[in-house]
């Protein structure tokens, strides 16, 4: 009785264990970008460079882009999250044609508020991104969205230890240096949201990941 017990466990963590790859297998293949088959539906790829510089805590906003086009052809609103793991943000569903990115609103996600204590906010553009999508072309277009934070504000010690009186000064030495960054962020006019142009060394970045995509071989690329 017992050997047969022993022998049925043996086969339940066996098929468990296999179960668990076969999971970890799928997991891992479904993790791979894949990008729509062109079709009457999916003509066209736009790639919106990202360049995300977290150094404080998570953003908790995302952006939307409104693009509209520039002859007629009908507009959408693409929604950015910022992430440091992604160079690039993608949309599938403009026909060919002449487009241009006319505005972008900052978003606080839900359960947060910008600074100000409002939810969302319109931020502003020198000039409108203009760029051409063409049939069955991935186009990377030569702008660039840059999220970043300011460098986080750390005392020399960290407050575990610290007697009452020790960690009062540690606090309030902190707030004098954050006070002091936000004067100098003012005045450098430090901005959450930047448009850059985009450089030939992010650019090769996000062709060597776009060669990652499982069926990239079925679109042409710049």
């Known amino acids: 009785m017992y050997e047969k017990l022993n022998k049925y466990s043996g086969e339940i963590a066996g098929k468990s264990f296999l179960n668990l790859i076969v999971l970890t297998i799928f997991f891992l293949s479904g993790c791979a970008m894949k990008f729509?088959?062109?079709?009457?539906?999916?003509?066209?790829?736009?790639?919106?460079?990202?360049?995300?510089?977290?150094?404080?805590?998570?953003?908790?906003?995302?952006?939307?882009?409104?693009?509209?086009?520039?002859?007629?052809?009908?507009?959408?609103?693409?929604?950015?999250?910022?992430?440091?793991?992604?160079?690039?943000?993608?949309?599938?569903?403009?026909?060919?044609?002449k487009y241009k990115i006319t505005k972008m609103v900052m978003k606080a996600k839900p359960g947060f508020k910008l600074g100000g204590g409002v939810k969302q906010r319109r931020q502003r553009m020198k000039n409108e991104i203009e760029f051409e999508l063409q049939k069955g072309r991935i186009t990377i277009i030569d702008k660039m969205i840059l999220f970043q934070q300011p460098e986080s504000i750390k005392g020399k010690t960290k407050m575990r230890g610290m007697d009452a009186a020790e960690r009062e000064h540690e606090k309030i030495s902190r707030k004098k240096k954050r006070e002091t960054r936000k004067k100098e962020l003012r005045e450098k006019k430090f901005r959450s949201i930047e448009i850059v142009d985009l450089d030939e060394s992010f650019k090769a970045k996000i062709l060597e990941e776009l060669k990652e995509v499982e069926n990239i071989d079925q679109w042409k690329m710049e």
Do not use: A, C, W
């Not at 510089?53 to 693409?78: A, C, M, P, W, Y």
């Open 36 to 97: 729509p088959v062109p079709d009457e539906t999916n003509q066209t790829i736009l790639i919106i460079p990202v360049e995300t510089r977290q150094t404080l805590r998570l953003f908790v906003f995302t952006l939307d882009v409104s693009i509209k086009g520039s002859s007629g052809n009908e507009g959408i609103k693409h929604t950015i999250e910022p992430n440091p793991k992604m160079l690039f943000s993608y949309n599938t569903q403009l026909k060919p044609g």
